[in-house]
């Protein structure tokens, strides 16, 4: 059992608030993600981290940020929430002594809702 | 170039009939290959990987999935199908792209398993 954590789980928020979703994991891995997945859709990459200060973004452009302060924690934020976000958002994680093959340990998601 | 083609978006079948979930890839390095499921409202959950070793991989729940370089495929079988099988399935490649590891999830199979 991964032991990677997603909060909220479930958030309805009005058009133009501020929100972050909160990723923890107790593995000790190096490398996160987020990835947005729309219903019935595939998931894309929207942000990466190799490590504590490192962000990269994904192939998907995307309005929100990212921070990795510490290792566990992988925090993403909305600075102005819009109806487009509205999407399900899926953190992983994975070891990077694992070379390239890449195993990532999933959150449960936050399905967000903005109206 | 990396991607991932899930040939069928929905896969209906008879609970105790066979189960076959098709993925094709193509990577310009050697690749390795995951196949996910993610059960309704909940986080993606790995199912099994190839990783160059032997090409038939066993994974959890009965699941197998063999890997076949001639024909870039990774298909997902299963002998007898159960009613907690209903859910949906990632088939996904890795490989080290330019250098850095890159992931691609294809768009997913729905899988119903009809009682």
């Known amino acids: 059992e991964a032991d990677i954590y997603q909060t909220p789980r479930y958030l309805v928020i009005g058009t133009g608030k501020k929100i972050t979703l909160e990723c923890s994991q107790t593995?000790?891995?190096?490398?996160m993600y987020w990835y947005q997945q729309d219903p019935g859709m595939e998931l894309h990459l929207i942000h990466y981290?190799?490590?504590?200060?490192?962000?990269e973004k994904g192939d998907l452009s995307s309005e929100s940020t990212v921070s990795r302060i510490r290792t566990e924690h992988f925090p993403l934020t909305l600075e102005s929430a819009r109806p487009s976000h509205t999407s399900q958002y899926l953190c992983a994680s994975s070891n990077v002594g694992q070379g390239i093959y890449g195993e990532q340990y999933f959150g449960p998601g936050t399905r967000l809702t903005v109206t | 170039a990396q991607s991932v083609t899930q040939l069928d978006s929905h896969v209906s079948v008879s609970e105790g009939t066979p189960v076959l979930l098709r993925c094709n890839y193509s990577?310009?390095?050697?690749?390795?290959l995951f196949w996910y499921v993610q059960h309704p409202n909940k986080g993606l959950q790995l199912l099994l990987k190839y990783t160059s070793a032997a090409t038939l991989v066993k994974g959890i729940n009965g699941f197998e999935a063999e890997f076949k370089k001639s024909e870039t495929s990774f298909h997902l079988t299963k002998p007898s199908a159960h009613m907690s099988d209903a859910a949906e399935y990632f088939c996904v490649v890795s490989d080290k792209s330019g250098g850095y590891q890159k992931v691609t999830f294809g768009i997913g199979t729905k899988l119903q398993v009809i009682p």
């Open positions: 981290s190799y490590g504590v200060n490192s962000t």
């Open positions: 990577s310009s390095y050697s690749p390795s």
């Open positions: 593995m000790g891995h190096d490398k």
